[in-house]
């Protein structure tokens, strides 16, 4: 059964910093991976998605790795700011023939103080 | 081209009442998902539908709650005698070829 967790649960910054938003996976069969980004009472942002066969994707600020064999997957966020805090998720896809439901892991709840 | 529509955005119901939660896809999206989020606790896969079938409701309580995707209109997540433990954000999610999900906003269902 595939579980995913994120470490931290929560995270306080000062502006400016760079920070590294941590999703491991208990089983490397995944056809992609997604983080989204949750403001409180909002629904889900996608941010970025990496395919299985792909190791990083890059949105302005946002650079997301995924390592399959080592079942792990990191956000960086480049220079802070208050306006990225926020929830981050991230999800797994199983491959094809699983019904295409996504499983996410808890969050990590960012704050970054101005 | 719009996103997925949900509505409504909040929804207040008496313990015992109906709940009735729509969803509207994106243009061309023939799958939809549901997922609940309850206060404190990660988004968990409720069902997913295509047009006039469930594909796979393994996430659903075996009681109370139902949903469909009707050929015409939106898909409706049904939820008889609600109940306090009801009370979550219910999410849905539309995707073309059930690769990448794109969510909704979101109906916010509190039960009193």
């Known amino acids: 059964k595939q579980e995913v967790t994120q470490i931290p649960a929560a995270l306080s910054v000062p502006e400016g910093e760079n920070l590294v938003l941590n999703c491991s996976f208990t089983?490397?069969?995944?056809?992609?991976l997604q983080w989204f980004r949750q403001d409180p009472g909002k629904g889900l942002t996608s941010l970025l998605l990496?395919?299985?066969?792909?190791r990083e994707q890059t949105s302005g600020r946002l650079n997301a790795s995924l390592d399959k064999s080592s079942g792990r997957s990191t956000l960086y966020i480049a220079a802070s700011q208050p306006g990225d805090s926020a929830t981050y998720l991230c999800?797994?896809?199983?491959?094809?023939?699983?019904?295409?439901?996504?499983?996410f892991g808890q969050g990590t709840t960012l704050q970054v103080k101005p | 081209n719009a996103g997925v529509m949900q509505n409504p955005r909040h929804l207040v119901r008496r313990r015992g009442q109906e709940a009735r939660l729509r969803c509207s896809p994106m243009?061309?999206?023939?799958?939809v998902y549901w997922y609940r989020q309850l206060p404190e606790e990660g988004l968990k896969f409720m069902v997913y539908l295509q047009k006039e079938n469930i594909i796979d409701e393994s996430g659903m309580p075996k009681e109370r709650f139902s949903a469909e995707f009707p050929k015409e209109g939106p898909s409706i997540l049904r939820i008889q005698q609600v109940v306090r433990g009801d009370s979550a954000a219910y999410f849905c999610?539309?995707?073309?070829?059930?690769?990448?999900?794109?969510f909704g906003q979101g109906t916010r269902l509190t039960v009193v």
């Open positions: 999800a797994v896809l199983p491959p094809p023939g699983n019904t295409g439901k996504l499983i």
């Open positions: 999610a539309s995707s073309r070829d059930s690769t990448e999900a794109f």
């Open positions: 243009k061309g999206h023939s799958h």
């Open positions: 089983d490397s069969a995944i056809y992609n």
């Open positions: 990496i395919q299985s066969s792909q």
